[in-house]
């Protein structure tokens, strides 16, 4: 996976005011984030419970309900950032999953 800086572009809701961005270091970094953002959603979800159960198609759907998500890759060669849409973030997110459950 790539070790170049990612910005990753969030709006969860239609509204621009909505729209929140973050920086990593690495595109790994920015995909653990997209799985913390999601576990941070269960635990305000039910916050009562203390352990919550889930699966990639639970958080893939979460990722499905937000007006917009992307990111920004960072190009070492020519110093630009590549645009990634949602379903490149999804097959990243399931690599980082896959990689962490080995």
Do not use: N
Request: glycine share 2%.
């Amino acid at each position: 996976m790539s070790e170049s800086h990612c910005i990753l572009l969030v709006q969860p809701k239609r509204t621009p005011a909505s729209r929140t961005y973050s920086d990593y270091e690495t595109v790994k970094e920015a995909m653990l984030g997209v799985v913390t953002m999601f576990q941070a959603h269960l635990e305000e979800k039910y916050p009562t419970r203390k352990h919550i159960d889930y699966d990639v198609s639970d958080l893939f759907q979460y990722l499905d309900s937000f007006s917009d998500i992307g990111c920004l890759v960072l190009q070492p060669g020519s110093l630009t950032y590549k645009p990634h849409d949602k379903e490149w973030i999804k097959a990243k997110v399931f690599l980082t999953l896959k990689e962490a459950s080995e």
